[in-house]
């Protein structure tokens, strides 16, 4: 069997880079394993490592289920911020008989500027191709929602409008943030805890979704996911409106003018404990 690596982080979704792999999986049996290294966050005041490793792995999920339907089999886990450093790591755990280095063009790939591809090369001794993936212009092969909520995350309504959004769609993505209600480890755990419940939720019922915690900041928390994702539209779940903080904040507006990006509402009540 050959193993591919699949070095990407925002082009991971790319067109180029599924038709290669496909490419690849209809010449032999293949085992894909995929690396994406970490990325910082522009928004918020502090960095919460569990953010960025989150935000890894998120895409590496989404990149599985979408392979999956493919009939490839793929494993990875979020790599050294260094791309470099990443792909050499990745390299000796997989050893692979093939890397793929997805970028975007050369006019605004930072990863091409530091000739990543030529020191892959240079020091691993293997084949390694090259993907470029012009997103920019040609947009992901499918529709991704970014899903932003917190008390109400595993909440009926909002389960109900993710359903009516990805119905007749088999390959709609959602891309769910979870923002912590405070800085402390507790607030992380909690904010896990309801991130896996919605997660579950929309995996039972069909969906392709993964998520991740946010900043405490829940405009930060979701321009972090907007610069970390390429998404056609956005779902803002609060608390009605005169309990919500959010709502007083003015955090639909604020998200709606900031990204460009349609920006749905869905308020609704937290799901009580049984």
């Given at each position: ?26 010449e ?30 998120v ?13 490839i089999?793929?494993?990875?886990e ?34 091409l ?50 359903k ?29 805890a ?29 321009m ?25 904040a ?11 990006k349609?920006?749905?509402?869905v308020a ?7």
């Amino acid at each position: 069997m050959k193993t591919i690596l699949v070095v990407a982080n925002e082009t991971l979704g790319g067109r180029e880079l599924l038709e290669r792999l496909k490419q690849h999986a209809a010449e032999d049996d293949v085992r894909v394993a995929i690396c994406v290294p970490q990325g910082r966050p522009r928004h918020g005041n502090i960095i919460y490592d569990d953010v960025v490793y989150d935000s890894a792995q998120v895409r590496i999920e989404l990149a599985r289920s979408v392979l999956r339907q493919e009939g490839i089999d793929a494993v990875g886990e979020p790599g050294d911020p260094d791309p470099y450093t990443a792909t050499m790591d990745a390299a000796a755990e997989y050893k692979p008989d093939v890397i793929i280095i997805s970028t975007f063009p050369a006019t605004s790939s930072g990863w091409l500027r530091r000739d990543l591809i030529e020191r892959v090369q240079d020091a691993s001794g293997m084949p390694v191709e090259h993907v470029v993936a012009d997103i920019d212009n040609e947009g992901l092969p499918f529709q991704v929602t970014l899903v932003v909520a917190n008390r109400t995350a595993a909440s009926a309504p909002l389960n109900h409008a993710l359903k009516e959004k990805a119905a007749g769609d088999d390959r709609h993505l959602f891309i769910v943030v979870v923002p912590q209600e405070g800085g402390e480890g507790l607030h992380a755990r909690r904010a896990r805890a309801r991130l896996s419940q919605v997660i579950d939720r929309l995996r039972n019922d069909g969906l392709l979704a993964a998520g991740m915690i946010g900043d405490p900041d829940p405009y930060a928390a979701t321009m972090n996911a907007l610069q970390m994702f390429r998404v056609d539209d956005v779902v803002i779940s609060t608390l009605p409106e005169t309990r919500s903080g959010w709502m007083r904040a003015d955090l639909i507006e604020r998200v709606r003018k900031a990204s460009g990006k349609p920006v749905d509402h869905v308020a609704a009540e937290a799901p009580t404990a049984a």
